[in-house]
DNA sequence: AAATTTTATCACATAATGTGTTAACAATGG
DNA sequence: CCATTGTTAACACATTATGTGATAAAATTT
């Protein structure tokens, strides 16, 4: 009365193996007969699931159990928030493309944040994009009217981009018109970052820019991490969306910053 | 008694894919209902396989038929060469990467060539790699004991790397141990590629590196190109697999080369 | 409008792949 | 050393994914 065996699509799978990620990170570890159990697979399939997100360097697999890494400071790494809150990040990237016109030059900031920016502004030419970020390079790269220029330096497999002195130097000789850059992490009007190579290189990138566009989803805020970088009013503009906590904003206000919210269309599932 | 309808395994798709590509390269363009017949697939199934080929930018499709980029001086993009004289690339892989010692800053150039190094080189570790190939940091990103520096500047899509007098300058503040250097085409020891910014590329990287190697296959004899970067002789050696031309490696040893001639397994098919 | 070429849709064949079971294999812990 | 526990390999199966050709509809050229 077991032996139900049937071969889910790929789409289900993926998301399965997405659920087991996300609980492993909550609890910092799990047992792998439980994980089986409790997402209702035999335990050999839940191997194969963790095989996978092991070699996707997600988490380590031990004996018994697996583990996920050490959090960084906050968040685990960029493969992981990829799918979250879409709908917010595809507003914000809505509303942040209305600031590019053909043939400026754009500085793209590393982040989850600003990829759906990032698929938008294909449809502009000429534009010339200069980014840290290997992901930016690889969408917009095949493009005919968009000139991409990669900031070279030391490569960073978490964030799939470059960081550290290289970076920083590098951008010391570019100066772009207009700059869309994000943060993980802001309270009170600053912005934070886990990693403090790349809190540099945002500090320095807004020096290369002439008009500072900030992307932040409400999901940020609140939040701090290890390094700072600047605060709000260092941007030209500040976007975020309609979730963003009413003090949050006040806060920026107050600070002098220009914020603009952006409304979501359908109500996001929160998580 | 025609209607034969099957479902090939993906290799063998793909390899007739290639054949196309092939064919349409040489003849420079070819009528779509031609190359249906010629290939033995149904007119919707060759168009299938062309649409796929332009989606990858490697032809152009027209009504009625499909041109070829203009050649690049001599050969088509690097997706191209992709496939081609794995096995002479193999054996080349394995002779250079007895050249490498662990804790040495390596240089590794762009070329579908030096990538079976590159696979290899994932066993060593620690190692530093430089490199201007997006490939390269694709395939040793991960890799926990390496530490990878991107040479950044203008991307170029053709051959998924930067190019341009950004990575020339960023070259200069360089110093790799081992660099592993290709050519597209050497004629009596001379050395050329077809875009300028890759043969100036070549020439600043061999500046930047203590002991240079050249990895060249046997295909690559015998021709020229635009842009020549210097002679086999500036380099500390030359790697090449044993097909190559007998008068070719004489005029090499001539001009003072240490060339290193790596028998080849089994015997390759030709193209 | 006529001819030609492209795309859409269908039905089908088969390859690719996730699944659970069983059993062999490896590793840990007394 | 054995007993226990965890992992991997090998199957058989179910189902999804995908290439294929025929036909017809749509688009383009002449």
Same mark, same amino acid.
């Given at each position: 009365?077991?032996?139900? /065996?049937?071969?889910?699509?790929?789409?289900? +799978?993926?998301?399965?193996?997405?659920?087991?990620l996300r609980h492993v990170i909550e609890h910092g570890e799990a047992r792998i007969d439980e994980l089986g159990e409790r997402f209702g697979v035999s335990l050999m399939t839940m191997h194969r699931d963790l095989d996978d997100l092991a070699e996707r360097g997600l988490l380590r697999k031990l004996r018994g159990k697996v583990a996920a890494f050490p959090a960084l400071t906050m968040e685990i790494a960029a493969r992981f928030r990829e799918g979250l809150h879409l709908t917010e990040k595809e507003a914000l990237g809505a509303a942040a493309v209305g600031e590019i016109s053909a043939g400026q030059t754009v500085f793209v900031d590393c982040s989850t944040t600003v990829f759906p920016l990032v698929n938008r502004m294909r449809e502009i030419e000429p534009l010339t994009v200069v980014t840290n970020s290997l992901r930016v390079v690889r969408i917009l790269g095949p493009c005919q009217g968009i000139e991409t220029v990669l900031i070279g330096g030391r490569y960073n497999?978490?964030?799939?981009?470059?960081?550290?002195?290289?970076?920083?130097?590098? *951008?010391?000789?570019? /100066?772009?018109? +207009?700059?869309f850059i994000s943060a993980?992490?802001?309270?009170?009007? /600053?912005?934070?970052?886990? +990693?403090?190579?790349?809190?540099?290189?945002?500090?320095?990138?807004?020096?290369?820019?002439?008009?500072? +566009?900030?992307?932040?989803?409400?999901?940020?805020?609140?939040?701090?991490?290890?390094?700072?970088?600047?605060?709000?009013?260092?941007?030209? *503009?500040?976007?975020?969306?309609?979730?963003?906590?009413?003090?949050?904003?006040?806060?920026?206000?107050? *600070?002098?910053?220009?914020?603009?919210?952006?409304?979501?269309?359908?109500?996001?599932?929160?998580?």
């Amino acid at each position: 009365m077991s032996s139900r /065996r049937a071969r889910p699509p790929e789409a289900v +799978v993926e998301e399965r193996r997405q659920d087991v990620l996300r609980h492993v990170i909550e609890h910092g570890e799990a047992r792998i007969d439980e994980l089986g159990e409790r997402f209702g697979v035999s335990l050999m399939t839940m191997h194969r699931d963790l095989d996978d997100l092991a070699e996707r360097g997600l988490l380590r697999k031990l004996r018994g159990k697996v583990a996920a890494f050490p959090a960084l400071t906050m968040e685990i790494a960029a493969r992981f928030r990829e799918g979250l809150h879409l709908t917010e990040k595809e507003a914000l990237g809505a509303a942040a493309v209305g600031e590019i016109s053909a043939g400026q030059t754009v500085f793209v900031d590393c982040s989850t944040t600003v990829f759906p920016l990032v698929n938008r502004m294909r449809e502009i030419e000429p534009l010339t994009v200069v980014t840290n970020s290997l992901r930016v390079v690889r969408i917009l790269g095949p493009c005919q009217g968009i000139e991409t220029v990669l900031i070279g330096g030391r490569y960073n497999n978490e964030f799939d981009s470059c960081a550290g002195p290289d970076v920083v130097d590098a *951008l010391g000789d570019i /100066r772009a018109d +207009v700059g869309f850059i994000s943060a993980t992490a802001v309270a009170g009007g /600053r912005l934070f970052h886990p +990693v403090q190579d790349y809190a540099a290189l945002k500090n320095a990138a807004r020096g290369s820019v002439h008009r500072n +566009v900030l992307l932040v989803d409400h999901s940020k805020f609140g939040k701090t991490a290890t390094y700072a970088h600047g605060e709000v009013s260092d941007y030209d *503009l500040v976007i975020v969306d309609s979730r963003t906590p009413e003090d949050e904003i006040d806060a920026m206000i107050e *600070l002098g910053a220009a914020v603009r919210v952006v409304a979501l269309e359908e109500t996001a599932k929160e998580e």
